[in-house]
Structures are given as C-alpha cells and as structure tokens.
C-alpha cells in the first residue's frame, strides 16, 4: 500500500529537484559564479530521509536493522525542513534575485516535500507495529523535534552527524536550551515556527495521499 502511494510523489519530488538543478545551473552559467552550488549539497542531504525510509519499507526491515534504521533516518529528517531557510543568502542588490529566489524555491520544495512524504512512510509501515493515535502523537513529537534541529543546524550550526563526533557538546547545547528556555527564545520560536509548519503541510499532504476506501 505505502509503494503504491508513494510512486506518483517521488515523480513529484524528482520533477522538482530537476527543476532546482536546471535553474541552478542557468544561474552558474549567466553569472559566472558557484555561489548557490551548496543547494546541490543541501538537497541530499534533504533526500536521505526519504532514501532512508524507502528502504526500510521495500526490504521490510525489522528486528535490529529497523530501530537503526529509524534512528538514522530521525537524525537526518531535519534536513528537509531546513533547506527552506537557505532563502537566507538571497541578496536584493543581486543582478539575479529573482533566479536565485526561484531556484532555492524548487530546490527547498523538493526538499520539504522528501521530508514530509519520507515521514507519511514512516508513519504507513509503523502502523503493522503501533496504535494509530501512538504514531500521531510521535508525529507531532518528530514534526517539532525536527523545528529544533534546523535552529541547531542554521544557528549554532551542528549537522547530524555531530551526534557521532562530538555528542558532549551538541547535548550540552541542547539541554542549555531545555533548561533556560527564556535565554533562547529564539530557539523555541524557530522550533514551533517549523515544527507548526511542518505539522499543516504534513496534515494537508497526507489527506491527499490518503487511498480511497473502496
């Protein structure tokens, strides 16, 4: 059920990350300039969660390989949302604003669109092993979770696998955080700012994806 679902998304997502690719590269072209060739980073980085759970349901991953799994792809998840806020190094005095707009436009939606649809499949095939109201509510936790991972990504600038390489001090920051949340408002703000977002266009997405009871 989750494949046949999916199928006509990963069109979706594969037509936009084109789209951002053939902007991206007209912008390369008429400028002269690699400025924006970080996007191409960004965005697989944005498409791991949804590698990450297309795995996990075409090999029906279980046991020990499926917490692994599923913890990989939690720490990769704030990655999608978090492309959005490239739209950071757009520059109004730039001769190309409105090439660059539209090209960090396609790649963040292709990207945000991984994320949410890597988090519907997620959602499908747990459902073999938890109750519907449980996934919701670990949604909700994943959705916000993933709104503080783009504020330690953008703003104090830890990747994901900082969690590996230096674990003291990204929980040091984290439990600053947690425990003096009204010297981070910031933090808190940009986590419900997205995790909010995250939530709405994962509800509307997911009513549509939806199959139709026959």
């Keep these: 059920m989750v494949k046949r679902i999916l199928n006509p998304i990963h069109l979706v997502i594969g037509a936009t990350g084109a789209i951002a690719f053939l902007l991206l590269l007209i912008r390369v072209k008429q400028s002269q300039s690699v400025f924006l060739l970080f996007l191409i980073w960004n965005l697989f980085l944005?498409?791991?969660p949804l590698i990450i759970s297309?795995?996990?349901t075409y090999f029906k991953l279980k046991k020990f390989s499926l917490p692994m799994s599923l913890i990989g792809w939690l720490l990769f998840l704030p990655n999608a949302?978090?492309?959005i806020t490239d739209f950071i190094h757009l520059h109004k005095s730039s001769t190309f604003f409105w090439l660059d707009a539209f090209s960090i436009g396609f790649f963040a939606l292709s990207g945000f669109l991984a994320g949410i649809f890597s988090l519907i499949q997620i959602q499908y095939y747990l459902q073999a092993y938890l109750s519907?109201?449980?996934i919701n509510i670990i949604t909700w936790i994943i959705s916000f979770a993933s709104g503080f991972g783009i504020y330690l990504g953008r703003f104090l600038r830890w990747n994901s696998w900082d969690i590996l390489q230096h674990p003291l001090a990204l929980i040091k920051?984290?439990?600053r955080i947690i425990i003096q949340p009204h010297t981070h408002q910031l933090a808190w703000g940009v986590t419900v700012g997205f995790g909010g977002l995250f939530i709405f266009c994962y509800v509307l997405l997911y009513n549509s994806?939806?199959?139709?009871k026959e």
Aim: no cysteine.
């Design 46 to 48: 944005a498409y791991v």
């Design 54 to 56: 297309n795995v996990i």
């Design 81 to 83: 949302p978090y492309i």
């Design 132 to 134: 519907k109201r449980f």
């Design 173 to 175: 920051d984290i439990l």
């Design 209 to 212: 994806v939806q199959p139709k």
